[in-house]
């Protein structure tokens, strides 16, 4: 079993060497790992300049880009000579639940793993600062455990959110739907030293869709939440409409 390990808070981040020591004795395990923290980074790949990978004391590999390029070049630049059976990504310092799945960087690495054919999976821990990080560890390396041991059929693309609680009280397991958020709070303007403006990107919104049946409402019922996620971005009971509203454009030359 050959696994890549990845994240978007950086090589050192304590979510990251939780989930590699979760997964040790599972399988042959290749970190590759942003340099510094890219969360909210979406699916971005670095198209303006090179890439360069470098190896830590630890062994892990880092990449002064983004998450989606530690995949892609792990991937496609020989970093993993052997294609991976299964690429994680996490554990994330906060949620990726509703739309937050659109942004994240943690759920872009896995993203990138299920675009090249290969299952992927995403972790996060709901409330940030890494108070029970052990226990999320924990369930990380079950939820692999059983993907090993029963295997999606692929391509599956797995979004993971642990409630911050010890193991024992936790309640359970859910698969959920994506709840919905409210849109975030407005930009918080400052001022540089020099009194030009500068704009920091406001907090996230609350919940708009916690129902249940949702990731918002098991993990605050203390249950582990699993999503699976696609990307066909297809409006499907809109190509009618659409298809009536363009043929004017079509038969107009």
Known sequence: MRILVSNDDGYTAPGLLALVEALRGLGELTVVAPEVNHSGASNSLT???PLSVREAANGFLYVNGTPSDCVHVALTGGLVPVRPDLVVSGINNGANMGDDTLYSGTVAAATEGYLFG?????FSL????????????AMAR?????QIAQPLAAPVLLNVNFPSRPLEAMTGWAVTRLGKRHPSEPVVRT????GDPVYWIGPAGGAADATPGTDFHAVAEGKV????????LTHQAQLDPVRAWAEPLCASR
Request: proline content about 8%.
């Open 47 to 49: 198209l303006n300049r």
């Open 118 to 122: 290969i299952p992927a999976i995403a």
């Open 126 to 137: 709901a409330q940030k600062g890494w108070e029970n990080l052990d226990a999320a560890a």
């Open 142 to 146: 079950r939820v692999v455990e059983h």
């Open 191 to 194: 001022t540089t030293p020099y």
């Open 225 to 232: 939440s699993i999503t699976p996620l696609r990307l066909d």
